[in-house]
């Protein structure tokens, strides 16, 4: 029999990164594919050059954490002699496992801070040893009672519990835990949210009104008129915009959320806003950063062009579907420049359209003939 040997690898990546996997030899069955093969990339990544003091302890915290997967995928493959993925870190505890998943949602700002506020939580209330494959039904009926008497919004706890419950079924997935927890316990109800948006007046307003961060401006003002999100905005470079004044204008992107294509007509409004056109590899909206100083600036931009509502940056999203529906584009198209999967996701601007609608008519219930 061959002997066994796992070792950690590095990738570079185009991104500026580099990724971590396992190498093993001889070839291990992939949980995934159930293939053979000698990789497993661990959804962990290094910073080539950090640039700041979190990139740094990012970078000092994984490269560890990566070494200690790699000591127990060698241990437990030695022991089972050369046994299936599936089975490695069966005894993992919960605590393990939660801190993994948390790490690999590092690179996603919005989506790690929700996990690691959901691990803080799933910290407070079991006891740090507990194996994950001891964990029962009652164990996370008991959580979410814990997480229901907490001074948290609804949909603050919905998020939470969710989160949790994700985690659960990825160790099923991996055959770490018996049975899919997930799947039998009810998640905790979300309540309706109000969406604030800018109607298309209050979008010209916002036009004219100063702001003192330029390109955050140009970046709401393109994200209404596209539906674009913050992490596409942001993420879009000179070779994903094709077209002329003739034959109209597109973007062709991958969305950071969904990870799907997409192909986006967009309008010469929206062109002209990206202003003259720069080497392929350029970021079209350079510069724009999301902090609590321009989410401030952001505020007062809006106040300035005397809108009393409470706007961030995704509401200019929400403003595209409400100004779409009520020139009349039909949901299923709306549905599709958002780049929504299900319909269902885009159904909740033609609720906010209809009561629009709704409170318009209500007007000329004072009118007298």
């Not at 919905?158 to 989160?163: E, P, Q, V």
Request: some cysteine; aromatic content about 12%.
């Amino acid at each position: 029999m061959k002997q066994t040997n796992v070792s950690l690898r590095q990738r570079q990546l185009k991104t500026g990164r580099i990724s971590l996997y396992l190498d093993y030899y001889p070839p291990i069955y992939h949980p995934d594919t159930g293939k053979k093969t000698r990789r497993e990339y661990l959804g962990l990544y290094l910073y080539i050059d950090p640039k700041n003091a979190a990139e740094r302890k990012h970078n000092k915290e994984i490269f560890p954490l990566a070494e200690n997967i790699r000591s127990k995928r060698f241990f437990d493959i030695k022991h089972q002699q050369y046994g299936l993925l599936t089975h490695v870190n069966k005894h993992k505890t919960l605590y393990e496992f939660f801190t993994e998943l948390v790490k690999k949602k590092y690179t996603s700002r919005g989506n790690y801070e929700n996990w690691k506020s959901a691990f803080y939580y799933l910290r407070s209330y079991f006891d740090q040893d507990m194996n994950l494959s001891d964990l029962t039904l009652d164990h996370l009926e008991g959580f979410k009672e814990y997480l229901l008497g907490l001074d948290l919004k609804q949909n603050t706890k919905n998020s939470y519990f969710s989160k949790v419950k994700a985690g659960l079924k990825e160790a099923y997935r991996r055959s770490l835990i018996k049975d899919d927890l997930s799947a039998k316990i009810r998640g905790i109800k979300s309540e309706e949210v109000q969406i604030e948006f800018v109607t298309l007046d209050e979008l010209k307003r916002l036009a004219k009104a100063e702001c003192e961060i330029p390109i955050l401006k140009k970046a709401f003002l393109f994200s209404a008129l596209t539906g674009l999100r913050f992490s596409d905005c942001k993420a879009l470079t000179w070779q994903n915009l094709e077209g002329n004044d003739e034959a109209g204008y597109l973007i062709r992107f991958k969305q950071k959320k969904t990870k799907s294509y997409q192909t986006l007509p967009i309008s010469k409004t929206a062109r002209k806003l990206l202003g003259k056109r720069k080497d392929d590899e350029e970021q079209i909206l350079l510069g724009l950063k999301y902090s609590d100083f321009n989410n401030k600036k952001m505020r007062q931009w809006i106040k300035d062009a005397g809108i009393n509502k409470r706007i961030t940056f995704h509401c200019a999203r929400h403003s595209f579907a409400t100004i779409q529906l009520t020139l009349g584009t039909d949901i299923y198209t709306v549905s599709k420049m958002l780049g929504h999967k299900n319909i269902k996701n885009t159904q909740v601007y033609a609720k906010v359209v209809d009561d629009l609608k709704i409170k318009a008519m209500d007007k000329l219930n004072d009118v007298d003939l």
